[in-house]
């Protein structure tokens, strides 16, 4: 079968490999649709981040949409030709996070497309705890959304945030956005999005958003002071992973709010810690997600959620690199969600 393999950063090949079969607890999947994370992107142009180069080479990808084509040992509730989505981790059962139902913060965590092979292939294997059934009011491609969907939802509910709070979100990618539908969805009274790109910004308005604050037009904290005259949000959610994007978050945040770290971060970053001890802003940090995958697709059954506009380009497997990482790496203002075709 064919198989997209990380080899070393700017080395992603389109090559044969053995097909998968299910161990213990796990299913077999056919894929149809694997999209390309902002995590895949980085380990694509920055790599190794994330990934594991000693289990290089891997198959990428653990956004997806499919059918199951085998069902492993012991596994209940799943059947050759169901209709699946699934989310990314491996959790162990076991250690002290994971006994407390922890599972995003398992210490022997594996993640699939980053240390076991992923979706961007015709089929890969995924425990069947991490899958969940797409009911029929959810397309294969928000189905493929569920994962990015689960991260955001996870960081809006780490967040605390209640009915008629005020958010910003710090970032304009997928994750952002699906933060900003998240908020929404939460029962948020206004959404403020800070963006980089005009044409992510202008598509953040569509959904929703309050307002819109370009990093262009000078600091977003003092734009949004100036739009609202108010003390800042009760939340805000960093989705970018910058250096300098926690302390943002924390001055978009009112006296005693929340600021959640979402961005993934290949430097560290800076803070300057008298501006969270004098405001008693608390900083919570937001790994994955825990069952937000079962939760994100209920909310796009029932239509709370509807990420079709995040999705902007489909296409085939062979021509990811081209179509997929390079298009994503040179236009952020028309490019969001791509979609591999399998
Ligand atoms: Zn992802
Ligand atoms: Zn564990």
Known sequence: MKALRWHGRKDLRYEDVPEPSPGPGQLKVKVALAGICG?????????????????????????????????????????????????????????????????????????????????????????????????????DEAGAMVEP??????????????????????????????????????????????????????LASSLGATAVFYLDDGNPAQQLQKFTGGPGVDAAIECVGRPDTPQLAVELTRRGGTAVITGVFEQPGTLDFSTIMFTEINMVGSSIYVHEGRTAVKM?????????RLITSRVPLKDAVELGFEALLNDKETNIKVLLRI
């Open 149 to 202: 969907l689960a991260v955001a939802l996870h960081a809006i509910r780490q967040a605390g945030v209640r009915l008629g709070d005020t958010v910003a979100i710090v970032g304009d990618g997928a994750i952002g956005l699906c933060a900003l539908l998240s908020a929404r969805a939460a029962g948020a009274s206004e959404v403020y999005v800070v963006a980089k790109h005009k044409g992510r910004g202008v």
């Open 300 to 308: 796009l059954a029932d239509k709370r959620i509807d990420p079709a």
């Open 39 to 139: 995590t895949d992107l980085k380990e694509y142009a920055a790599g190794p981040c994330l990934i594991a180069p000693d289990k290089a080479p891997l198959t990428m990808g653990h956004e997806f949409a499919g059918k199951v084509a085998a069902v492993g040992e012991g596994v209940a509730g799943f059947k050759v030709g169901d209709r699946v989505t699934g989310v990314g981790y491996y959790y162990c059962g076991e250690c002290y996070v994971c006994k407390k139902g922890l599972y995003n913060l398992c210490v022997n965590q594996d993640f699939t497309g980053l240390s076991i092979d992923g979706c961007m292939a015709e089929y890969f294997v995924i425990p069947a705890y991490a899958c969940y059934q797409l009911p029929d009011e959810v397309s």
